[in-house]
């Protein structure tokens, strides 16, 4: 019982704050950003369930790696860390592949550390 409540919880807690975050983020606040550089390249946004089973898994790993990483650091360090690893390498590489509308950066830098921020917490307080 002591597993499921200090690790599997905490990460499972994580994971459904993350995809809500996503979700909010990507689907509500910035989608028009999206659909719009896509259609700029000549293909369509991707939005059919696999990607958002996709996104799912995205964030069940990224709720494992800052489970991992918050043994060792404090609550900032942890997500600054987390952050860079989980957002900052991931538009490198999209913004690289010419994918990455940079207009949502000035709302995604923000809120995806509030995201790895909060995510954080819950594994600092529940772990």
């Known amino acids: 019982m002591t597993v ?3 690790k599997v919880l905490p990460i499972l807690l994580a994971t459904i704050w993350i ?3 996503e979700f909010v983020r990507n689907e509500l606040l910035v ?5 719009e550089h ?3 390249l000549g293909i369509v946004f991707p939005s059919e369930p696999v990607n958002g089973a996709i996104w799912g898994i995205w964030s069940l790993l ?3 790696s800052i489970f991992v990483i918050a043994k060792k650091f404090t609550l900032i360090e942890t997500t600054l860390l987390s952050w860079f690893v989980g957002f900052v390498l991931m538009w490198v590489v999209i913004g690289n592949l010419n994918v990455l509308p940079y ?3 000035i709302y995604a830098i923000p809120l995806s550390l509030v995201e790895a921020f909060v995510a954080t917490l819950i594994i600092k307080k529940l772990s």
């Open 62 to 64: 990224f709720g494992i």
């Open 19 to 21: 995809s809500m975050s």
């Open 4 to 6: 499921i409540k200090t």
């Open 38 to 40: 896509y259609q700029k």
């Open 31 to 35: 989608k028009s950003f999206w659909t």
């Open 103 to 105: 207009g949502i950066l």
